[in-house]
């Protein structure tokens, strides 16, 4: 089946500092990807969606100038955490959608800011 | 906007069926999906529903019925590796990005 990788698995960082995640599509083409947050014990909320070869689009309350997005190619996307805080310690998943109905998430990337 | 109810929480014992109900609120969608979760681990899809009726899938089935806004996810002949979080999510169209439910932790005990 479809995979997909992301990388690093997990980070830590100083807060100020400045993480890139990326996102990749092992055998197939992703010319959208979309990236998810998700906090201990809840559910993944939506960040933005990737678009290859052109601007993110961005779910409500979700700060680009923070999240910024790259879709160079069109199996890899990276999300990078600008200027860290604590409260941006989170799950972070990306997932590609292949054929029809079914999305193949990343193993997440877990962020720990200190 | 769209929402999605699901019971936080369910424990049962091996081998025992237990059924997860999700019920949504939408103007409307292409299908209903569903993943499992296990903890520190990505979500992984187990079913999809695009009508409204069963689509059984080995021990695990779901159903929809768009008329009631509500689907369920059926696990059958629990197995202690069922312990997992299991999310419902609606997807608007084909390759669109999904919109999830708060999870329901199941719980297997022996």
């Known amino acids: 089946g479809a995979v997909v990788s992301q990388h690093p698995s997990r980070v830590i960082c100083k807060s100020g500092t400045s993480v890139k995640i990326e996102c990749r599509s092992l055998d197939f083409q992703a010319t959208t990807m979309f990236w998810y947050r998700q906090f201990p014990k809840q559910s993944l909320m939506l960040m933005a969606t990737s678009n290859e070869g052109s601007k993110a689009t961005y779910e409500q309350g979700v700060e680009k100038d923070k999240f910024l997005i790259n879709h160079a190619s069109l199996t890899l996307s990276t999300l990078t955490v600008t200027s860290a805080h604590p409260e941006d310690s989170s799950f972070y998943i990306c997932?590609?959608?292949?054929?029809?109905?079914?999305?193949?998430f990343g193993p997440g990337t877990r962020l720990l800011v200190l | 906007g769209q929402s999605l109810e699901q019971p936080s929480e369910v424990t049962a014992v091996e081998g025992a069926i237990v059924q997860i109900n999700c019920t949504y609120q939408t103007s409307g969608f292409y299908g209903l999906s569903w993943y499992q979760q296990h903890d520190g681990g990505a979500p992984t899809f187990l079913s999809y529903n695009a009508l409204d009726g069963l689509e059984e899938t080995g021990r695990f089935s779901s159903f929809l019925s768009r008329s009631d806004s509500y689907g369920y996810l059926l696990l059958q002949e629990l197995q202690m590796k069922d312990s997992a979080s299991y999310f419902c999510?609606?997807?608007?169209?084909?390759?669109?990005?999904?919109?999830f439910g708060g999870g329901t932790r199941v719980l297997v005990k022996p």
């Open positions: 999510a609606l997807i608007k169209a084909a390759g669109n990005k999904l919109t």
């Open positions: 997932s590609a959608p292949t054929e029809g109905e079914t999305q193949y």
